[in-house]
């Protein structure tokens, strides 16, 4: 057993939803393998010390999940993590839920932000400006439809939500689609340039999710204003029947907005990542409850087509104000993209894609690289899902409660209260063997390196450990 002795509660248990282990506070009546504690305020009794006077891992994984990282390409909570799991296995027998569904490899969670859905909608200098993007580009007959669609002439090449439904159709996916709430309207404060110039529609919406897709808020103000958040949700999810996430235009944010967007009855957020750059913003690509929030998760952006392949931004990371995305080839896109899937493979969670809806259209023309991307996460493995899935499964996880009890020959394993709706993947069980050597396992296992996975499909696991590797 694993004690904690730590004077502040929540960035022990912000750790513990993230790193899913049988852990207790330290209560001297009990015997511990390990304590967790700053050397001297506890008495171990034998146990090994992980002394956090030397380095305080709780406070440095808060820390980084609500202030975040600037440009940060490594998933440095999820290494800090993963050195506390190094430690712990060295000196007990590690039992964990990983964030990774069983029967497959990790997850990535689909996302669409609408800001424009037709050539027409859209004021004449933006329109000029696309035609001459297109022109500067070569393409000749893009910028001539576009021309045409403005002045009512034939197919709106901005309206992309046909394509997108069979890309994803022809792929077996489905996404998340952000909606701007209100029409014509910059949000407080923010450049007139930031508003959009259409209605929602109630026709439109419910296809998308009557086809297995799932509509949220485009927030406009909700970051900001709590009475905005609670307008803002109600607009879409009159429209969805359903509860909904957002995800703020701009990537607009405060430290208070969590708690605002919490209050309003906002599922989750996905917010929290860069407008111009790829990577691990809050040091992990778990979702994630930011401090203060009853039920609000976090799944932070990792990566976007903007901050991939765009010019500028309007919010960049460093201040705020204008600056450079990355402006990669696609195949340096491509390169980090990948290097963003390799992390997903050692250390799980949700690779969460933002691809823009007009993004599809000239002269952006991003939608190919979409669909070879997402056909690699599927070849990997991964579990493809509308982001409030993803959502489902690591709210469930973040509730299980792991026991671990050592009976006669091995140890038995409960996780009472392990509801998941039959649609979501089950979870795993990983016992971090390290040389221990598993016996029987009553139900289905499969084994890593130094470690066994069990399928979670019950609540009572037992499994076998040969003498004296069980301490
Ligand atoms: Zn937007």
Redesign the pocket.
């Given at each position: 057993m694993i004690g904690v002795y730590y004077p502040d509660l929540s960035p022990v248990e912000e750790t513990f939803r993230l790193f899913k282990i049988p852990w207790e506070w330290y209560d001297p009546a009990h015997t511990y393998d390990v304590v967790i504690a700053r050397r001297g305020e506890v008495e171990t009794a034998g146990a090994y010390l992980v002394d956090l006077s030397e380095k305080d891992y709780f406070a440095e994984i808060a820390r980084i999940l609500s202030e975040g990282l600037p440009h940060c390409h490594e998933p440095m909570v999820e290494i800090l993590i993963d050195e506390l799991r190094q430690v712990l296995k060295e000196h007990t027998l590690l039992v964990e839920i990983p964030p990774v569904p069983w029967g497959y490899s990790y997850t990535v969670a689909l996302t669409h932000?609408v800001?424009i859905t037709s050539v027409r909608e859209r004021r004449w200098v933006s329109v000029g400006y696309a035609v001459y993007q297109c022109l500067r580009k070569g393409m000749v007959r893009d910028a001539v439809r576009i021309l045409g669609a403005k002045c009512g002439i034939g197919k709106d090449p901005w309206n992309c939500f046909e394509e997108w439904m069979r890309l994803e159709e022809d792929l077996g996916v489905r996404s998340t689609w952000f909606f701007l709430p209100e029409k014509g309207k910059a949000g407080e404060g923010a450049p007139a340039i930031r508003a959009g110039y259409y209605d929602l529609d109630a026709e439109l919406i419910k296809r998308l999710t009557d086809g297995g897709w799932e509509v949220g808020v485009?927030g406009l103000d909700n970051w900001r204003d709590a009475s905005a958040a609670r307008e803002e949700l109600q607009k879409v999810s009159d429209l969805t029947g359903a509860t909904v996430g957002t995800r703020v235009?701009?990537l607009l944010f405060d430290e208070d907005s969590w708690k605002k967007l919490d209050e309003a009855g906002y599922v989750y957020d996905s917010t929290f990542g860069y407008n111009d750059d790829v990577g691990f913003k809050a040091g992990t690509m778990q979702p994630y409850r930011p401090q203060g929030c009853e039920r609000l998760l976090e799944v932070p952006l990792i990566i976007q087509d903007g901050g991939l392949f765009g010019g500028k931004t309007w919010n960049s990371s460093d201040d705020g104000g204008r600056g450079a995305c990355l402006c990669l080839s696609e195949e340096e896109g491509m390169r980090r993209c990948e290097e963003v899937l390799t992390y997903a493979k050692q250390y799980g969670g949700v690779v969460t894609l933002l691809w823009h809806h007009v993004s599809m259209a000239a002269p952006k023309r991003w939608g190919e690289f979409y669909r070879v991307l997402v056909g690699k996460a599927i070849v990997d493995g991964a579990w493809v899902a509308p982001e409030k899935e993803a959502v489902q499964w690591f709210n469930a996880r973040s509730d299980a409660v792991i026991h671990t009890e050592h009976v006669p020959d091995g140890i038995r394993i409960r996780v009472p209260g392990i509801g998941l709706d039959s649609s979501l993947p089950p979870m795993r069980i990983r016992i971090h063997t390290n040389g221990a050597d598993l016996g029987k396992i009553n139900g289905d296992y499969i084994e890593g390196a130094q470690y066994s996975d069990l399928r979670c499909s019950s609540l009572d696991i037992l499994v076998k450990v040969h003498e004296g590797t069980a301490d």
């Open positions: 932000d800001d485009h235009h701009w």
